[in-house]
Nanobody, 114 residues
Framework: VQLQASGGGLVQAGGSLRLSCAAR????????LRWYRQAPGKEREFVAG???????DYADSVKGRFTIGRDYVRRTLSLQMNNLRPEDTAVYYC?????????WGQGTLVTVSS
């Protein structure tokens, strides 16, 4: 299983970024996919998840600002992040639990300047 995250970068507070995660080696349609993030000096935390049938869940801190999506044709997971805040600065990871194991992408850095 390979998860390849991309789309991070430097943005000013109030700006937007869109993250993508390409998934290979799994039946993309079958599993819940998630985004996590880890800020410097903090534990990794859940950001958003989307089930195989499209039901979504968000951390309270990002509700109303972030939107998770999945493209079944391109086999990609996305995270549209709007109205970014300095506290959103972190490395963002895509995640899937599949076939009894947990898989992580390599992470993409998002830096939000004030």
């Amino acid at each position: 299983v390979q998860l390849q995250a991309s789309g991070g970068g430097l943005v000013q507070a109030g700006g937007s970024l869109r993250l993508s995660c390409a998934a290979r080696g799994i039946n993309f349609r079958l599993y819940t996919l998630r985004w996590y993030r880890q800020a410097p000096g903090k534990e990794r935390e859940f950001v958003a998840g989307i089930t195989d049938y499209g039901s979504t869940d968000y951390a309270d801190s990002v509700k109303g600002r972030f939107t998770i999506g999945r493209d079944y044709v391109r086999r990609t997971l996305s995270l549209q992040m709007n109205n970014l805040r300095p506290e959103d600065t972190a490395v963002y990871y895509c995640n899937v639990d599949a076939r009894g194991s947990t898989y992580w992408g390599q992470g993409t850095l998002v830096t939000v300047s004030s």
